[in-house]
């Protein structure tokens, strides 16, 4: 069974959110479940830090042995920090998916957004009926 | 999702096991056990074990069953001796590959063809269109399973199992692409030294219900011998390394195996086949396009997918067939059928709209040392 942490939020696309306490900055990754899906994590193509963040769009991909995942913007901002681990151990996105995984950081620059996010249960329904 | 699609005998063993199970060629197949890099380089050290149950078997036998799989195949059927196994195409009439196969001759007047899963129905149809006089044609596919035994300890494991009884004696002097007969609880199983990894190994047919208990009594033995179960992902990247065809991807109604890399398997001097005039056409046209084995430079962090353009000078002169990141060999790899006059390069694939440059490199990429 994928684990689904209770104190984050997701998104339909398999991604975690966790906001600072004020809500102005979070840190994202991909879910237990997605890293499942992907496999063996060979690349993780970040963004630079200070680009500029679009809700629902495209911010990086994941390139496991065999298929390839692009990463989706959770809420609108800018990058603060990148996980740059990640581009020697990409398999701490497997492992650790939560934790040493963590892909990028983040300035939100409309916490409004995070009304669209999911709950821990309804991302565990969400994953039930089937990516 | 899940309720249409066809399991094999040992789907339960899988799921008893962890796997995560797909989609395939209308069947739930484990894709993955423990990790597809654990597995894939399991079976090059040591062994693994693949449910390849979804594959179809069909018997062609009496006095005409030669000469209607020598009309089917390119390969030269009529050369087999008993006990022997043929790789071959099968084509259309316009030398397009409707699937590859393996030809088993058990005798002059009794033949099998091993077909892959996603073909079954189509060479079934096929071979029946196609059936010359004096020749049966039986579909055995629905009962019949197929457990892969690929490694360089893959011999002494089969040798230390009972059930595989008398036959282990004669693993030790079996030659590549040969076979032996002998029977488990009364039904008849075959073992042939044969695979889709590179490495030695054997693939065992027994009835469906005699399947779990081969397949329970291998992974007992096997603790020994390191061995554990692989799945699809693994037999992907497997294959890819040593640069076996994938139906589907190097392989297809509109590509030749003239193009595709195996013209050693078409036999222009046999008398007449499906697709000898169109082949012979093509080889004295030239041949259009060829397959070409390139790497993705380390740098550049990115792998070609299957589809994925590729360009020479700015201009579009093929597309990838299969691509992944080796797990042996720890490099970004693909395939890409392009247009001959194109293929000494220099060549770019578009990864996500940008071009990447590619180093043509011979294949195969890998050479196991177990020598299949």
């Known amino acids: 069974m994928a684990k689904i942490p209770k104190d984050l939020l997701y998104t339909e696309e398999h991604e975690w959110v966790h906001f600072s306490d004020d809500r102005t900055e979070a840190t994202v990754g991909i879910t237990d479940f997605a890293q499942k899906e992907l496999g063996d994590i060979v690349y993780v193509e970040l963004p630079q830090e200070g680009d ?4 629902m769009e495209s911010f990086g991909t994941i390139e496991a042995v065999k298929t390839v995942a692009e990463l989706y913007a959770p809420l609108t901002g800018e990058v603060l920090e990148t996980n740059h681990q990640l581009q020697d151990e990409p398999t701490l996105v497997n492992g650790s998916p939560y934790e040493d995984g963590w892909i990028i950081r983040m300035r939100v620059t409309n916490p409004d957004e995070a009304k ?3 709950s821990p249960e309804d991302y565990k329904a969400r994953v039930a009926e089937g990516a | 999702m899940n309720a249409n699609l066809q399991r094999t005998p040992l789907y ?4 008893a096991l962890g796997a995560k199970m797909v989609e395939f060629a209308g069947w739930s197949m484990p894709v993955q056990y423990d990790g597809l890099i654990a597995e894939h380089r399991r079976v090059r050290s040591a062994v693994g074990l693949f449910d390849v149950s979804h594959m179809g078997e069909i018997y062609f036998e009496g006095a005409g069953a030669l000469a209607t799989l020598d009309n089917l195949a390119t390969n030269d059927v009529a050369g087999l001796q008993n006990g022997q196994v043929l790789y071959t195409a099968l084509c259309n009439p316009q030398g397009g590959v409707r699937d590859d196969a393996l030809v088993y001759r058990m005798s002059g007047e009794r033949f099998v063809l091993v077909v892959n899963a996603s073909n079954c129905a189509k060479i079934v149809d096929w071979a029946g269109e196609n059936l010359g006089p ?12 197929l457990i892969a035994v690929q490694g360089p300890r893959s011999r002494e494991l089969l040798q230390s199992c009972s059930t595989i009884g008398p036959l282990a004696q004669q693993l030790g002097a079996l030659p590549y692409y040969w076979f032996v007969q002998g029977e488990v609880n009364g039904k008849p199983m075959v073992v042939s030294r044969t695979g889709y990894t590179g490495e030695v190994g054997y693939e065992v047919f027994v009835p469906n219900e005699c399947a779990a208990g081969l397949w329970d009594e291998l992974m007992e033995r096997g603790r020994v011998f390191d061995c554990g179960p692989a799945g699809l992902g693994a037999r992907d990247t497997l294959r890819f390394e040593v640069c076996f065809c994938l139906y589907g991807h190097e392989l297809l109604e509109d590509v030749s195996p003239l193009e595709a890399g195996i013209a050693w398997t078409v ?10 005039e169109a082949l012979v056409r093509q080889k004295q046209a030239g041949i259009p396009r060829q397959l070409v084995g390139f790497e993705i430079e380390a740098g550049a962090r990115a792998i070609a997918r299957q589809g994925y353009e590729v360009h020479a000078a700015g201009r579009r002169v093929g597309q990838v067939t299969s691509g992944t990141w080796s797990p042996t060999l720890e490099r970004s790899l693909g395939l890409a059928l392009v247009e001959t006059a194109a293929a000494a390069g220099p060549l770019q694939v578009v990864v996500r709209g940008r071009e990447v440059p590619l180093r043509t490199v011979p294949i195969p990429f890998h050479k196991p040392v177990s020598r299949a």
Do not use: E, N, Y
């Not at chain 2, 339960?12 to 799921?15: A, E, G, L, P, S």
């Open chain 2, 134 to 145: 004096a020749t049966r044609m039986l579909d055995v596919s629905a009962q019949t399973a």
């Open chain 1, 52 to 55: 500029a963040l679009q809700h």
């Open chain 1, 116 to 118: 669209a996010l999911l």
């Open chain 2, 12 to 15: 339960d063993r899988h799921v």
């Open chain 2, 267 to 276: 036999k222009l001097k046999k008398p007449g086949f499906i697709g000898k």
